[in-house]
C-alpha cells in the first residue's frame, strides 16, 4: 500500500536530503542517541567541538551506545569494550589484535548551522552540501535576531501530515480557538497567496490590510508611524523545516505604501521522521524587535508551544487511521490548496530520488 497521503511508491519521507538531527546545544562530550530517518544514530563531539554521528548499535551483540563513554575521541562500547573513532571505524577490540569485518559503524554526514545539527539522509559519500536549506532569512545566525522559546517534541504521526498540516491555512479557526481565538469568516484563511516556488525554497505570502497602529503595537514598535500592516509567509526550507507565521511589521501611510520595516518574526518548526509514523518536532522562534522585553518573550514562546501541542494532539487522534487509508479517495477543499502544492513536491522529490532537490519551477496548479 502506498504510505498516506502519497499517491505513488512505497516512501514515507524524500530520501537524499538534510534533515534536523538535534539542537547544537543538544551534542557534547556524552553521547546523544536518537533515532531518526528509521535508524540509530549516536551524536557526539570531539575534543575539537566537531560534532559527529555514527551509527547507535555495536555490530558486535548489538548494544546501544547511549551509554558509551568517549575516550581520546573514541566510543567505548560499555558491552565488551570494542573502540571506535568518530568516523566509526573500530579502532580496537580489547583482549585481540584482529578485527573481524563488519565491526564498523556506518559514518552519517552531519553539518552543523547555528542552533541545528543536521544529517543528510543517505549514503554519508552521497552528501550534498548544496542542498542544505539556506536559512539566513530566519535570522537564526544573525546577531540583529533573538532566539526564543526552543524545544522538541515527539509525535506519534507520520512527519507528512505534520509538514502539511503547517501549510493548512483552514484548521486555525476550529484546532487553535483555544490559543489563537476563534475567527470570522472574514478573518479566516487568506482567499490568495503570492508564491514564491524554487528548488529548495517555497513559500506563500499573503498582507493584512494598512490599518492604525494601536497603543499595544507601538510599544513593540516604537519608532513606528501612524499606520502598519503585516506581511505574512509561510515558507518550506528544503524539504523539513517550515516557517510558519513568518511576519514583517510594515510601517506604511495611510494609502498603504510601505515606508519602513518595523521588526520581523519567525516561528519555524523542524519536522524530521523518527520512524514511519513517528516524527521529530523541533520549534522554536526569532525576532528582531523588543528583545529585551522578556514578558513579551514568554507569551510568544508559551504561546508557540500551545499552538504546536494542539497540532499534535490532533495529528495523533488521525494517525492510528491512515495505515488503510488511500489518500487517492480524499476529497480536497480550496483551502487545502497550500497542503496539497507542498504534497506534490515532496513527491516529486521523491521519485526524483537520488537527484533530489532540484526542483523544477512553478508547478500547474492543482485543481480543486
Ligand atoms: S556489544 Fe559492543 S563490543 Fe560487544
Ligand atoms: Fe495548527
Redesign the pocket.
Same mark, same amino acid.
Not at 58 to 63: F, I, K, T
Given at each position: 500500500m502506498v504510505p498516506y497521503p502519497f499517491s505513488e511508491g512505497n516512501q514515507s519521507w524524500p530520501r537524499h536530503q538534510w534533515y534536523i538531527a538535534a539542537w547544537s546545544r543538544e551534542v557534547g562530550s556524552v553521547p546523544l542517541m536518537r533515532k531518526i530517518l528509521d535508524q540509530e544514530i549516536v551524536f557526539f563531539r570531539t575534543a575539537s567541538g566537531r560534532a559527529t554521528a555514527v551509527s547507535g548499535l555495536?555490530?558486535?551483540?548489538?548494544?546501544p &551506545?547511549a551509554t558509551a563513554q568517549i575516550v581520546d575521541d573514541q566510543l567505548i562500547?560499555?558491552?565488551?569494550?570494542?573502540a571506535f573513532d568518530a568516523e566509526g571505524r573500530c579502532a580496537r &577490540?580489547p583482549f585481540q589484535e584482529h578485527i573481524p569485518g563488519a565491526m564498523n559503524l556506518r559514518s552519517f554526514a552531519v553539518e552543523e548551522k547555528g542552533p541545528f545539527i543536521w544529517v543528510w539522509d543517505g549514503d554519508a559519500s552521497t552528501a550534498d552540501i548544496g542542498l542544505l536549506p539556506d536559512v539566513s532569512s530566519l535570522g537564526l545566525m544573525n546577531e540583529n535576531y533573538s532566539l526564543f522559546g526552543c524545544g522538541l517534541r515527539h509525535v506519534r504521526a507520520r512527519s507528512q501530515i505534520v509538514l502539511e498540516n503547517l501549510f493548512d491555512h483552514s484548521h486555525i479557526t476550529f484546532t487553535h480557538a483555544a490559543s489563537l481565538g476563534t475567527r470570522t469568516q472574514a478573518e479566516g484563511p487568506p482567499k490568495s497567496f503570492d508564491i514564491t516556488d524554487r528548488a529548495g525554497y517555497l513559500a506563500f505570502r499573503h498582507s493584512s490590510p494598512c490599518r492604525p497602529v494601536t497603543e499595544a503595537m507601538r510599544l513593540l514598535f516604537p519608532a513606528i508611524g501612524s499606520f502598519m500592516r503585516v506581511d505574512y509567509r509561510v515558507e518550506l526550507f528544503g524539504v523539513a523545516l517550515v516557517n510558519t507565521v513568518g511576519t514583517e511589521s510594515v510601517s506604511c501611510d495611510e494609502q498603504g505604501e510601505s515606508q519602513a520595516t518595523a521588526g520581523r518574526m519567525n516561528f519555524f518548526h523542524g519536522i524530521t521522521p523518527e520512524t514511519a509514523t513517528t516524527t521529530h518536532y523541533f520549534l522554536g522562534g526569532t525576532r528582531d524587535f523588543g528583545q529585551d522585553n522578556d514578558d513579551y518573550t514568554s507569551v510568544l514562546a508559551e504561546r508557540n508551544e500551545r499552538v504546536v501541542d494542539e497540532d499534535i494532539k490532533l495529528l495523533e487522534s488521525i494517525e492510528p487511521y491512515l495505515e488503510r487509508t488511500d489518500a487517492r479517495s480524499e476529497p480536497n477543499f480550496t483551502t487545502d490548496a497550500t497542503a496539497i502544492r507542498v504534497r506534490r513536491r515532496i513527491e516529486r522529490l521523491m521519485q526524483e530520488g537520488a537527484g533530489a532537490g532540484h526542483v523544477t519551477a512553478e508547478t500547474a496548479p492543482e485543481a480543486f
Open positions: 555495536c555490530p558486535h551483540r548489538q548494544m &551506545l562500547c560499555p558491552y565488551h569494550g570494542a &577490540l
